[in-house]
């Protein structure tokens, strides 16, 4: 992996982990009312996010390497924020009601996303051995 690779990949990561981790933060406490459910819909969250997150990165990491498309810097920071916020767009809409699944989109939109943003994102890389 090269310097801009890793670069775009840890970006990707905290973009995720700011807008992720923020925005539970906040959709837990607006839609919590009592001090016990705050903190128990926050741990949840929090290590929901982090899986997630998890998952997402490896994701992007095994796209990047088997394309040979890698995200620079400003391309992963965006990715990861975008990422983060489908993810807390489908956390946000099981709190109102709108979607019955949306634990299953929490899990699975990231990584999807991680899956196409280096083809979103990167041109190929010349220097790619095949």
Same mark, same amino acid.
């Not at 990949?9 to 807008?19: E, I, P, S």
């Not at 933060?25 to 607006?30: E, L, N, W």
């Not at 929490?106 to 790619?128: E, H, N, T, Y």
């Given at each position: !992996?090269?310097?801009?690779?890793?670069?775009?990949? $840890? #970006?990707? &990561?905290?973009?995720?982990? @700011?807008?992720?981790?923020?925005?539970?933060?906040?959709?837990?406490?607006?839609?919590?009312?009592? #001090?016990?459910?705050?903190?128990?819909?926050?741990?949840? /969250? &929090?290590?929901?996010? %982090?899986?997630? /997150? !998890?998952?997402?990165?490896?994701? $992007?990491?095994?796209?990047?390497?088997?394309?040979?498309?890698? *995200?620079?810097?400003? @391309?992963? $920071?965006?990715?990861?924020?975008?990422?983060?916020?489908?993810?807390?767009?489908?956390?946000?809409?099981?709190?109102?009601?709108? #979607?019955?699944?949306? %634990? &299953?989109?929490?899990? #699975?939109?990231? *990584?999807?996303?991680?899956?196409?943003? *280096?083809? /979103?994102?990167?041109?190929?890389?010349?220097?790619?051995?095949?």
């Amino acid at each position: !992996m090269r310097r801009t690779a890793r670069a775009g990949t $840890l #970006l990707f &990561f905290l973009g995720f982990a @700011a807008v992720g981790m923020i925005g539970t933060q906040v959709q837990a406490a607006a839609f919590e009312a009592v #001090l016990t459910g705050y903190l128990g819909a926050s741990a949840f /969250l &929090f290590l929901l996010c %982090l899986g997630v /997150l !998890m998952i997402s990165t490896f994701a $992007l990491i095994c796209s990047s390497q088997h394309n040979g498309r890698y *995200p620079g810097w400003f @391309a992963g $920071l965006v990715g990861g924020a975008i990422a983060g916020g489908t993810f807390c767009g489908s956390v946000g809409a099981g709190y109102i009601g709108l #979607l019955q699944h949306s %634990l &299953f989109l929490s899990v #699975l939109l990231p *990584p999807g996303i991680s899956l196409l943003w *280096p083809f /979103l994102s990167a041109k190929p890389q010349a220097d790619r051995l095949n």
